[in-house]
């Protein structure tokens, strides 16, 4: 009886000593599967929006990591990558790794609706035209005038874009804050 005790108080204190993250709930499924955005897109994204060393991209469902981490080893800029997939995540730090940029970048497992985007300069999408506008209000209230928005594929209805490319056969779009 007494070890049953004691081995019932250490599993009672080995809950307790859980480190709270792995008590948080888990996020949400995503919105939209992973596809990758071809690399000759990634860097027509990150050149029409004219990104410098100055700038902190923004990449809203970051996925392996591929803008964030283009950013900063082509231009030198800091970058944000966003995913609320945890596989997603530790693929896009292996890649910073491998890059050797982990000192530029940083990936958070976190919901791109919630996360303060504050800081951007530049934010980075590859996201249905609906979550697009989901997004909108977010962009516009987040965001400092200015700041470039640039989506691969999809636009945001009727809000006429400043800007489109196609790069073979694929559109990208860009938009500078405030939004209308």
Known sequence: MKARTATLAVAVLAALATPARAQQPALRTPDVIFVPTPQEVVDAMLDVAKVTKNDVIYDLGSGDGRIPITAAK?????????DIDP???KEANANAQKE?????????????FTSSI?????????????L?????????AELKPGTRVVSHAFD?????????????GRTIYLWTVPIK
């Open 74 to 82: 082509k231009f030198g800029a800091r970058g944000i990558g966003i």
């Open 87 to 89: 596989q997603r995540i």
């Open 100 to 112: 050797g940029v982990t000192d530029k970048v940083k990936f958070l497992n976190q919901d791109l």
């Open 118 to 130: 504050s800081e951007a300069t530049v934010v980075t999408l590859y996201l249905l035209p609906s």
């Open 132 to 140: 697009n506008l989901k997004l909108l209000p977010k962009l516009n």
């Open 156 to 168: 945001m209805g009727d809000i006429k874009p400043q800007e489109t490319q196609n790069v073979n």
